[in-house]
């Protein structure tokens, strides 16, 4: 059974960085392509980006040139660096593991002064 769960998430004034982290148990994230999702108040889950087993990564245009998702295979995590934050960044995110088809409980981002 494959386990996913979020961190780093919190709130940050615009112009800032937060770091998530998603670590898994019952899976090789190595070896497993992953990706980020969003969901803000009101809205439908939408992707942000994603890192494929070979390491080739793809962005939302909304993202792209802010975040950056890599791999950490020594702790078994995949995270997602978010850069240059703006206040419609601010959702719930989720990691999900494609293989498996498995979803984290959600990390909260909020954007705000």
């Known amino acids: 059974q494959v386990h996913l769960v979020e961190s780093g998430g919190g709130l940050v004034q615009p112009g800032g960085s937060l770091r998530l982290s998603c670590v898994a148990t019952?899976?090789?994230?190595?070896?497993?392509?992953v990706a980020w999702y969003r969901q803000a108040p009101g809205k439908e889950r939408e992707w942000v980006a994603h890192i494929g087993g070979s390491g080739t990564t793809g962005y939302a245009d909304s993202v792209l040139g802010r975040f950056i998702i890599a791999k950490d295979n020594a702790k078994n995590t995949v995270d997602l660096q978010m850069n240059d934050l703006k206040p419609e960044d601010t959702a719930v995110y989720y990691c999900?593991?494609?293989?498996?088809?498995?979803w984290g409980q959600g990390t909260q981002v909020t954007v705000s002064s």
């Open positions: 019952g899976t090789i994230f190595n070896r497993d392509a």
């Open positions: 999900h593991s494609v293989g498996y088809d498995s």
